[in-house]
């Protein structure tokens, strides 16, 4: 039970840093590309707290060879079946960030109205890019990663048909305690295969 306890509060600890208030961010978050690393960071901050990291792999935001010119995912989860889970953390976010530094209750209605629509329409160009046809035994649906439950929730608010409108574009829009849940789920698959080496393993030094 101790051990029990000084995981969930380590987990408390680590949820809370990964709400990181907008008001903070709003100065840093203006630039496209410091909203893009950010927004990997907490991707990665997310991928090892769940104890995800040794089967991950980062790709940096470079481009598949082809006519298409169609952007890489920025991680791959790699699945016990040999399968693998395909993530993409590069969401738009300047239209919520212009609500939040609008005082005009119409106005801010209006940029979370805009920025519902981006995240929407960044799901089905993610779903045009069909990640699942460039690598083997990849799942038919791609994680669309929104680095704060804020920016998730507001865009809801203002589009109750967004996470619906996406699945069916084989999109799975995903805040951050979402993306844990998932990825907590898939280290638990893991943890028998990772036994069956063990085992294996002990087998092979007691006959040697």
Not at 39 to 65: F, K, W
Not at 149 to 174: G, K, W
Request: proline share 5%; charged share 20%.
């Amino acid at each position: 039970y101790t051990n029990a306890a000084g995981y969930t509060n380590a987990l408390g600890e680590r949820l809370d840093a990964l709400a990181t208030t907008t008001s903070a961010l709003q100065a840093a978050l203006k630039s496209t590309s410091a909203r893009g690393a950010w927004g990997e960071q907490q991707l990665r901050n997310v991928i090892e707290l769940a104890g995800m990291a040794p089967y991950c792999d980062y790709t940096e935001q470079t481009t598949v060879s082809g006519s298409d010119s169609r952007q890489r995912p920025d991680a791959i989860v790699r699945l016990p079946n040999d399968g693998m889970v395909i993530i993409d953390a590069k969401a738009p976010l300047s239209a919520y960030l212009k609500a939040q530094e609008t005082t005009d209750p119409a106005l801010q209605r209006q940029f979370l109205t805009e920025h519902a629509s981006l995240v929407k329409g960044h799901a089905k160009t993610l779903s045009d890019k069909a990640y699942w046809k460039q690598f083997s035994r990849a799942p038919e649906y791609v994680i669309m990663f929104i680095p704060g439950e804020s920016f998730l929730a507001d865009a809801l608010r203002s589009d109750p048909t967004l996470l619906e409108e996406a699945m069916r574009h084989r999109v799975l829009i995903a805040s951050p305690v979402n993306l844990l849940a998932l990825l907590l789920a898939v280290s638990k698959g893991w943890q028998p295969q990772l036994a069956l080496v063990d085992t294996a393993a002990q087998g092979f030094r007691l006959l040697a």
